[in-house]
């Protein structure tokens, strides 16, 4: 490189001429020479002297100049080798240096010209002062290429083309997203995990069932009933017949429930006679976390095609809810329920199901060794063209024809609201109840016998309480009908000393004479079979233009007993005239209800004393036919009326 070394003023500049200039570089600090110059050109390096300057190559580095001319010569020291070699053999002015010279060197930065004299700058100094225009670096062009042609890589394109858009994206593969929380409301992904989490809705034609009337779809639907966890979901089966061609009983687990899109249009076939239920909705034992619970069915169709085998069996549930569910042509119970909890049925219909051998109602209910059923309720349901029966409640399993069994955790509570059953092939009856049974309430029925099946030859009753107890029927219309056949004995039959029976408002449309036999002899409305039971008999009529006898029967008519005269005699809570017979005076009643009323209608002569817990205008003698018209609030009884004598 080219080092420039200027001789400034407080050095004596050698008069250049004959002899030679001798300089020698030094490592600064001291040492051996590294480099020697010589102006004869005889060392390695040659030297050139211009204009009082001394030009010559040095290694880059940093050294200490000694100069020497012989002849009284000179000797300079002390001057420092730049680092950096000048551009040029020539010297710039001294006044430039000058003011390089003065120039602080102890901050980061650049020194500079303008043009008009050297200064230094820091660096960010260097960049604000610097403006750049796109050609100063060759750019000029950069901003005229549109949007749509600027260049992208064909690695690039190739990843944006298999993205999809954000609008309407249609996916391939298997994608997947975050699984939300089960209590997230936002709009979020819904992965599998999240809706299996929260409530699955399993498409069943998306699991392997056809729906298309023919297939056999046992394995597909056991393996799609499988597959719900512990949280269970709704197996939707979507418009379509599915086939059962193989005698199986499908499990139903708990919190599922099988759902269609209407009662003929979702439709369950069965093809084939079962020894069990088509369906079973029953747990393990009876015991909390071993229950079936909160499951049912809704919108759906299930065909037996008279074949042998209960469609939905239950034992040891809760919870179950059957909506507009359609039971159809089994021959055999359509629903059973054992130990059965808090569980309904609402528009459901039971039609062409039951059996013919006195053991098969379309539906039954009953108890079990270690609990009862209770709380099941029917709304706007219809049972149509049963045989056995319509809806029976015993506290076990029927084993003789038309005979209920007693036995430990009867069932009760039992209720239907706005229901119909009508049949043209009646065997059995449309009720019939355990002697054990408790709390069955019927409000708004509409009952139609339109005959009996042919070879039944004694009159049948259509509701048959048996020894049950709290019993209410209420809004009742009944239609007889089918001349041809043996007739309806009676609509209600009472063989009971249990209290609390109510029969309100039951409209009777006779169009056959009610009776044991064809032409309607011994026959009415209630038949009071045995007993004594405590039973409200309120608005029980003939339709109007008609009529016919209402009470009859070898027991106990609760509304008009017949009373033996006694020093104290007992009225029942639901009596409305007494017959007293007998001489013997009377001076006390057991105590009633508070505004129990009653009349005592006497068969010859006695006396009833005023005073005690009677409450009499004078003692009252009576004579055959006479009455006498009380009123108790509930200690005493008060006279209203008596006849005149």
């Known amino acids: 490189m080219v080092a420039v070394f200027p001789f400034g003023p407080t050095y004596v500049e050698p008069a250049f001429g004959s002899g030679f200039v001798s300089i020698a570089l030094k490592p600064r600090g001291g040492g051996a020479a590294v480099t020697t110059y010589n102006a004869s050109g005889t ?39 730049a680092a950096t070699p000048a551009t040029s053999a020539d010297q710039p002015a001294d006044s430039d240096l000058t003011t390089i010279a003065a120039i602080d060197s102890s901050s980061p930065g650049v020194m500079a010209t303008d043009g008009s004299g050297w200064f230094s700058k820091t660096y960010a100094q260097l960049k604000s002062a610097l403006t750049l225009a796109k050609a100063d670096v060759g750019l000029s062009n950069v901003d005229n290429t549109s949007d749509a042609n600027k260049p992208v890589s064909t690695v690039t394109q190739a990843a944006l083309d298999a993205k999809a858009p954000l609008a309407s994206p249609a996916f391939t593969g298997t994608p997947t997203a975050p699984t939300p929380s089960v209590i997230d409301s936002s709009t979020s992904v819904a992965t599998t995990a999240y809706t299996q989490a929260v409530a699955p809705f399993v498409n069943a034609k998306s699991v392997g069932l056809k729906g298309d009337g023919s297939t056999d779809e046992t394995a597909a639907f056991t393996a799609a009933l499988a597959a719900f966890g512990a949280g269970g979901g709704t197996l939707h089966l979507p418009m379509g017949t599915y086939a059962f061609s193989t005698d199986a009983t499908f499990t139903v687990p708990s919190n599922v429930r099988l759902t269609g899109v209407g009662k003929n249009a979702s439709v369950l076939n069965r093809t084939v006679a079962s020894t069990g239920p088509l369906l079973s909705f029953s747990g393990t034992a009876n015991a909390v976390g071993n229950r079936c619970t909160r499951g049912g069915m809704a919108d759906l169709k299930i065909n037996a095609n ?25 021959n055999d119970s359509a629903v059973v329920l054992e130990n059965v909890w808090d569980s309904y049925f609402s528009h459901c219909e039971f039609e062409w199901c039951s059996g013919t051998n006195g053991l098969k109602p379309s539906v039954l209910i009953m108890g079990e060794t270690s609990d009862s059923s209770n709380i099941i309720g029917f709304n706007e349901c219809r049972w149509e063209s049963f045989s056995d029966g319509a809806l029976w409640v015993s506290s076990r399993q029927p084993t003789s024809a038309y005979t209920m069994v007693t036995g430990a955790n009867p069932p009760y509570g039992i209720y239907l609201q706005n229901c119909k059953m009508e049949t043209t092939v009646l065997r059995g009856y449309f009720f019939m109840m355990s002697a054990d049974i408790e709390v069955l309430h019927v409000d ?48 209600f039959r009472v063989f009971t000393n249990a209290p609390d029976i109510v029969i309100e408002d039951v409209v009777v449309d006779a169009q056959q004479a009610l009776g044991a036999s064809t032409a309607g002899s011994g026959g009415g409305i209630i038949e009071w079979a045995g007993g004594t039971p405590e039973a409200r008999v309120q608005g029980v009529r003939y339709k109007s233009g008609q009529s016919g006898t209402i009470d009859f029967g070898s027991g106990t008519n609760p509304r008009f007993p017949t009373v033996a005269s006694a020093a104290t005699i007992t009225v029942g809570r639901y009596s409305q005239i007494v017959n007293v017979t007998g001489t013997t005076g009377i001076t006390s009643i057991t105590a009633g209800d508070p505004g129990q009323r009653v009349t005592l209608k006497f068969a010859g002569a006695l006396t009833v004393t005023d005073g005690g817990n009677l409450a009499l205008n004078g003692n009252f003698t009576t004579a055959a036919g006479a009455t006498l018209t009380l009123v108790c609030d509930g200690t005493n009884w008060n006279e209203t009326s008596r006849s005149s004598n």
């Open 444 to 491: 708004g029925m509409y009952m139609a016998a339109r005959g009996l099946y042919t070879g039944i030859t004694t009159g049948r009753q259509l509701v048959d309480l048996i020894g049950a107890s709290e019993i209410t029927f209420k809004r009742i219309r009944v239609r007889v009908a089918g001349a041809t056949n043996p007739t309806v004995k009676s609509v």
């Open 306 to 330: 008279s074949t042998t085998g209960v469609i939905v069996r239950a034992k040891w549930a809760d919870h179950l809810n059957f909506d507009r569910v359609w039971f159809y042509g089994a």
């Open 43 to 81: 060392a390695s390096q040659p030297i050139t002297v211009k204009g009082g300057y001394v030009s010559f190559y040095a290694p880059s580095g940093l050294y200490r100049l000694e100069v020497t001319r012989t002849g009284g010569g000179v000797k300079v020291i002390n001057v420092e080798v």
